[in-house]
């Protein structure tokens, strides 16, 4: 192809900001060289912060398109009343409101690149305009018959199972087959664990540099436990990990107790946020805006939190009414006080299991627990559940 210039992987991840030297990121980056500089539509998939953006804007740097602009459109934060507009213009007085004529994404994008995040949430009747334009560029403005055209590039984002919503009839087939002309699949961070320790370095470099903290290292320890963790928030997660840390934690040296504490599989009970250390030099609201960070890195689970649970269970008002209830030759047959911990935990994680047909994710969330973590105890007690 005449306009593709190779870029070695290393300059490619360097330049376009794609971190990883993993298999799979380098598979990526290859599919990236050769899609690039062409006009083919792209559809990203992968779970939420897996880094899909940057891929986006990986594919519009090194493509023919980078000196016109990119226009990004996150498709499920805009209502669906006014989806259409937004993307595709309104004529003045279409609609109340509608007091002049306005352009809409495509058209501020046109001869460059739009990125379509959150595709999978476009309403059926946008998505009808939106494979007309994908099939030969024309669209029409909401409240005109003029018929406009635009040159664009797409490239598209989502977290769905888009096979899944065309079956249950959320997504048409027609686009759904047209999107995925090339589709890169994004893996999630605990697929490709080698590459946490680049991440990390990087984004403690960002973060120290931002925010004036030296940052003087992490133990091999530490960072071995968080290649170990699940990341369920994958690399957005890590992330924002790697900012509480170095914040928090003033930017000393992180230990693998250190790490620990920001990883709230391996916390220990009771432990609470409001007891980290508040670096100097920052404002109450700048460390409040903090903790509030770290509250919101919501991860699942952990055994700790599940013996917790079980243990306030035992204890609670509500059961000891319930038992008190009982006839006495059943009271003897399940007096708690007779049941050890793991009888206990054993004995909730199958009512779970019985009270949600063997669905492990449902069951998991009533639990308060991680999925990874009730697959582990289904195997240590030889439970039989359907997935």
Same mark, same amino acid.
């Given at each position: 192809?005449?306009?593709?210039?190779? *870029?070695?992987?290393?300059? /490619?991840?360097? &330049?376009y +900001?794609?971190?990883?030297?993993?298999? #799979?990121? !380098? =598979?990526?980056?290859?599919?990236?060289?050769?899609?690039?500089?062409?006009d083919?539509?792209?559809?990203?998939?992968?779970?939420?912060?897996?880094?899909?953006?940057?891929?986006?804007?990986?594919?519009?740097?090194?493509?023919?398109?980078?000196?016109?602009?990119?226009?990004t459109?996150?498709?499920?934060?805009?209502?669906?009343g006014? *989806?259409?507009?937004?993307? /595709?213009?309104? &004529?003045? +007085?279409?609609?109340?409101?509608?007091? #002049?004529? !306005? =352009?809409?994404?495509?058209?501020?994008?046109?001869?460059?690149?739009?990125?379509?995040?959150?595709?999978?949430?476009?309403?059926?009747?946008?998505?009808?305009?939106?494979?007309?334009?994908?099939?030969?560029?024309?669209?029409?403005?909401?409240?005109?018959s003029?018929?406009?055209?635009?040159?664009?590039?797409?490239?598209?984002?989502?977290?769905?199972?888009?096979?899944?919503?065309?079956?249950? +009839?959320?997504f048409?087939?027609?686009?759904?087959?047209r999107?995925?002309?090339?589709?890169?699949?994004?893996?999630p961070?605990?697929?490709?664990?080698?590459?946490?320790?680049?991440?990390?370095?990087?984004?403690?470099?960002?973060?120290?540099?931002?925010?004036?903290?030296?940052?003087?290292?992490?133990?091999?320890?530490?960072?071995?436990?968080?290649?170990?963790?699940?990341?369920?928030?994958?690399v957005?997660?890590?992330?924002?990990?790697?900012?509480?840390?170095?914040?928090?934690?003033?930017?000393?040296?992180?230990?693998?107790?250190?790490?620990?504490?920001?990883?709230?599989?391996?916390?220990a009970?009771?432990?609470?946020?409001?007891?980290?250390?508040?670096?100097?030099?920052?404002?109450?609201?700048?460390?409040?805006?903090?903790?509030?960070?770290?509250?919101?890195?919501?991860?699942?689970?952990?055994?700790?939190?599940?013996?917790?649970?079980?243990?306030?269970?035992?204890?609670?008002?509500?059961?000891?009414?319930?038992?008190?209830?009982?006839?006495?030759?059943?009271?003897?047959?399940?007096e708690?006080?007779?049941?050890?911990?793991?009888?206990?935990?054993?004995?909730?994680?199958?009512?779970?299991?019985?009270?949600?047909?063997?669905?492990?994710?449902?069951?998991?969330r009533?639990?308060?627990?991680?999925?990874?973590?009730?697959?582990?105890?289904?195997?240590?007690?030889?439970?039989?559940?359907?997935g």
């Open positions: 192809m005449e306009n593709a210039v190779h *870029i070695p992987a290393d300059r /490619f991840q360097e &330049e +900001g794609i971190l990883g030297n993993s298999v #799979e990121m !380098r =598979k990526i980056v290859e599919v990236i060289e050769q899609v690039a500089p062409t083919i539509t792209v559809l990203i998939t992968g779970e939420s912060g897996s880094g899909k953006e940057v891929i986006a804007k990986a594919l519009y740097g090194a493509s023919t398109r980078s000196r016109k602009p990119m226009v459109v996150n498709c499920g934060a805009i209502p669906e006014i *989806i259409e507009s937004e993307l /595709f213009g309104h &004529e003045r +007085g279409s609609f109340t409101g509608a007091s #002049e004529q !306005r =352009k809409g994404y495509f058209e501020l994008a046109d001869g460059g690149t739009i990125f379509l995040d959150e595709v999978g949430e476009l309403p059926l009747a946008a998505q009808v305009k939106f494979l007309r334009i994908l099939e030969n560029g024309e669209f029409q403005r909401v409240g005109s003029a018929m406009r055209h635009v040159d664009v590039r797409v490239v598209a984002a989502t977290n769905k199972n888009l096979e899944h919503e065309v079956q249950a +009839g959320n048409r087939a027609d686009l759904f087959y999107l995925r002309s090339v589709n890169i699949l994004v893996p961070l605990r697929n490709r664990v080698e590459d946490i320790p680049l991440l990390f370095r990087h984004f403690a470099a960002d973060v120290s540099r931002r925010n004036s903290i030296p940052f003087t290292g992490i133990s091999q320890a530490a960072l071995s436990l968080l290649q170990a963790y699940h990341w369920p928030g994958n957005r997660e890590l992330r924002n990990v790697v900012e509480s840390m170095l914040v928090l934690e003033n930017g000393r040296f992180l230990e693998a107790e250190d790490v620990k504490k920001y990883l709230k599989e391996y916390r009970v009771g432990q609470s946020d409001r007891n980290l250390p508040i670096p100097l030099g920052k404002s109450v609201e700048q460390a409040e805006r903090e903790l509030i960070l770290r509250a919101l890195l919501d991860i699942k689970g952990g055994l700790l939190e599940l013996k917790s649970i079980l243990t306030e269970h035992i204890q609670n008002a509500e059961a000891a009414q319930a038992y008190a209830s009982e006839p006495p030759a059943t009271q003897a047959q399940v708690p006080a007779n049941l050890s911990l793991e009888m206990m935990e054993r004995k909730m994680i199958e009512e779970a299991l019985e009270r949600y047909n063997g669905n492990r994710r449902v069951a998991a009533a639990l308060k627990i991680s999925e990874r973590t009730l697959y582990r105890k289904i195997k240590e007690y030889g439970l039989d559940a359907k």
